[in-house]
């Protein structure tokens, strides 16, 4: 069974960072392209970027409004993924998800979501 | 950035009717779209890839059709758990872009 759960989200200081984390299981981990989608409350889904697969290097591509800020990583030897999300604004508050991605066609599997707060 | 322009952004029904979903993308994505439903508090499930294919599980209730820069989704014989919020998305090009989303209520 494929599962993929979030974690490390909490309330955070304008201009802070945050590490979030997304556990993997019940697939070869490497195969997969891996996502990161947010959802502020009441508004519509964004993605955050992605990390391809060994076959395509481990790279990564990022949305214009994250870029620069946060990074995506994976540790392939725990299949896990990371959101690593520095200087942090109100607008990035949001339930962030991780969804690993059916060979471009679509999101075919995601986590529960972890839900970041950005306030002082 | 491909922008997906989704309507209606809400839309009342009754149960057994057919409701449709439109999805504009604002160039060709060719069959590159992706249909979600989400319910409240939980994550998105993917329904649809490649604008036709029904994903593992799917009832056959649910439906996508379209290529180029217009899709669309149907529901037919709405069930008391299809009232609940659908999101297209684009894969053609990066950024990957979502609708606005679609909220189906009860009439």
């Known amino acids: 069974e494929v599962k993929l759960v979030e974690s490390g989200g909490g309330l955070v200081q304008p201009g802070g960072s945050l590490r979030l984390s997304c556990a993997t299981s019940g697939f070869t981990f490497t195969d997969y392209y891996m996502s990161w989608v947010r959802q502020p409350p009441g508004k519509a889904l964004e993605w955050l970027g992605f990390?391809?697969?060994?076959?395509?290097?481990?790279?990564?591509e990022y949305s214009a409004s994250v870029k620069g800020r946060f990074t995506i990583s994976r540790d392939n030897s725990q299949s896990i993924l990371y959101l690593q999300m520095n200087t942090l604004r109100a607008e990035d508050s949001a339930t962030y998800y991780c969804?690993?991605?059916?060979?471009?066609?679509?999101?075919?599997?995601w986590g529960q979501g972890t839900s970041v707060t950005v306030s002082s | 950035d491909i922008q997906m322009t989704q309507s209606p952004a809400s839309q009342s029904a009754s149960l057994g009717e057919s409701v449709t979903i439109t999805c504009l993308a604002s160039q060709t994505i060719g069959t590159w779209l992706s249909w979600y439903q989400q319910k409240p508090g939980k994550s998105p499930q993917l329904l649809i890839y490649?604008?036709?294919s029904l994903a593992d599980g799917v009832p056959s209730r649910f439906s996508g059709s379209g290529s180029g820069t217009k899709f669309s989704f149907k529901i037919s014989s709405l069930q008391a758990e299809d009232f609940v919020s659908y999101y297209c998305?684009?894969?053609?090009?990066?950024?990957?872009?979502f609708g606005g989303g679609t909220k189906l209520e009860i009439k």
């Open positions: 490649a604008a036709t």
């Open positions: 998305q684009q894969l053609y090009s990066t950024p990957w872009t």
């Open positions: 969804a690993r991605e059916l060979g471009s066609y679509a999101m075919d599997y």
């Open positions: 990390i391809r697969n060994k076959a395509n290097g481990y790279t990564t």
